[in-house]
């Protein structure tokens, strides 16, 4: 039977290598990602009769071209096609943990969230609506303690479940970006869609708002697969680029990143709850 990838993505100190290290014991192979000296970890497990192969991505809080980190992970989740891709959001820095989730979710790979450090948010008086996320996110989430290996068990068994699940992945709730800009990643996506059907390397969408964020791995990607016909497409993109930097006055990236926030701060209203205590600490 084919053997499952699960990637572990995550913040830094967000607790993936404790929880990698609980899911693979002894069985691992330590090397390095090719071409850079960025640690490469990987283990294979039998699960409920099957292989599975656990890779602990590096740890990034977004997945931007200008970090090795960064490039490594988002190359990994997009050229290797991990069955699941599992983040592990740090519960008492959840804010900031959600930006990769996004991320995640706009690449459009199957993604289960692990809540962990949930110990620390409680000691801190943080109380998350657990369900409340997966149904804003539309993601699965299972809550851990990692260095106690609590809910690891639920964890794996959510991301095989995944993994084998026909389900396509939700493009709702996910990013929507404002009116202006969905209407350039549109354009541009219906060039992408004529002119290189059946070529395009990645999801036509994921790949418009790329190449209007000036994406230069995801040009090079395109230009690589498109030859010709890409000069119309770059000249798409150049335009809605440009369209949007006189309408905003501001770089288009910088625009997507704002509204990333303005999206992930909506969510973590919703979802989480500061005990009066922890309000006064902090103040
Ligand atoms: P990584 O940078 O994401 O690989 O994070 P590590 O796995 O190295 O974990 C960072 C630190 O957090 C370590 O000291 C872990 O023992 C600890 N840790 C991991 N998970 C939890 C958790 O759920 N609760 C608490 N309190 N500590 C954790
Ligand atoms: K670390
Ligand atoms: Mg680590």
Redesign the pocket.
């Known amino acids: 039977e084919r053997v499952l990838t699960i990637a572990l993505a995550?913040?830094?100190?967000?607790?993936?290598?404790?929880?990698?290290?609980t899911l693979t014991g002894t069985r691992q192979k330590v090397g390095n990602w090719p071409g850079v000296t960025v640690e490469k970890k990987e283990g294979l497990i039998e699960y409920r009769g099957q292989t599975l192969k656990i890779v602990?991505l590096p740890?990034t809080y977004s997945l931007t071209p200008f970090s090795i980190e960064e490039i490594v992970a988002r190359n990994f989740i997009l050229d290797d096609h991990p069955d699941v891709v599992i983040d592990?959001i740090d519960a008492s820095n959840l804010e900031r943990s959600l930006y990769l989730a996004t991320q995640l979710r706009e690449l459009d790979c199957k993604v289960v969230f692990a809540l962990?450090?949930?110990?620390?948010a409680t000691a801190r008086g943080a109380k998350i609506d657990v369900a409340k996320l997966s149904e804003l996110l539309d993601v699965p989430v299972v809550q851990?303690?990692?260095?106690?290996q609590?809910g690891i068990d639920d964890l794996l068994a959510a991301a095989v479940d995944l993994a084998h699940s026909n389900k396509p992945v939700p493009q709702k709730r996910k990013v929507r970006y404002n009116p202006e800009v969905e209407k350039a990643i549109e354009a541009l996506q219906q060039d992408l869609a004529a002119q290189l059907r059946g070529i395009l390397p990645y999801h036509p969408r994921w790949t418009a708002i790329k190449l209007i964020e000036n994406d230069t791995i995801v040009q090079e990607r395109v230009a690589a697969v498109a030859g010709e016909k890409g000069a119309a497409v770059f000249e798409t993109a150049r335009r809605q680029r440009e369209h949007l930097a006189d309408r905003f006055n501001d770089e288009p990236e910088i625009i997507t990143t704002d509204e990333r926030y303005g999206f992930i701060s909506g969510i973590v209203k919703e979802v989480l709850t500061t005990s009066i205590r922890q309000r006064i600490d902090i103040s």
């Open positions: 995550g913040n830094p100190n967000s607790g993936k290598t404790t929880i990698f290290n602990d740890g592990i962990n450090m949930m110990d620390v851990t303690v990692g260095n106690r609590k």
